[in-house]
């Protein structure tokens, strides 16, 4: 299993980021995936997870109505628009298989200034 994240930077509060995530080494059509994030000094925090035909989307309520997840399983590739950013969701986002981080990439990091 491989998970690549991209797509992370600074911008300011209001702003919109589009992350990415490149998986490869699984049958990524048939899997549940996932974003968390993890904030600095604090611990992994579930964000987003879309089921494998994209029917079911889920939100942690901080993001709701400002994130979408999304995924084109021909590219097996996932992805997470950010809009409104605000400060508080600087931090380092991963993707997954799961809700709580096991088996993620490196991350990206995200930086909301104010």
């Known amino acids: 299993v491989q998970l690549v994240e991209s797509g992370g930077g600074s911008v300011q509060a209001g702003g919109s980021l589009r992350l990415s995530c490149a998986a490869s080494?699984?049958?990524?059509?048939?899997?549940?995936m996932s974003w968390v994030r993890q904030a600095p000094g604090k611990g992994l925090e579930w964000v987003s997870t879309?089921?494998?035909?994209?029917?079911?989307?889920r939100y942690i309520d901080a993001v709701r109505g400002r994130f979408t997840i999304s995924r084109d399983n021909v590219k097996n590739m996932l992805y997470l628009q950010m809009n409104d950013l605000k400060p508080d969701d600087t931090a380092v986002y991963y993707c997954?298989?799961?809700?709580?981080?096991?088996?993620r990439g490196q991350g990206t990091q995200v930086t909301v200034g104010t």
């Open positions: 879309i089921s494998p035909n994209s029917g079911n989307l």
């Open positions: 997954g298989t799961t809700t709580t981080g096991e088996g």
């Open positions: 080494g699984f049958n990524f059509a048939n899997y549940r």
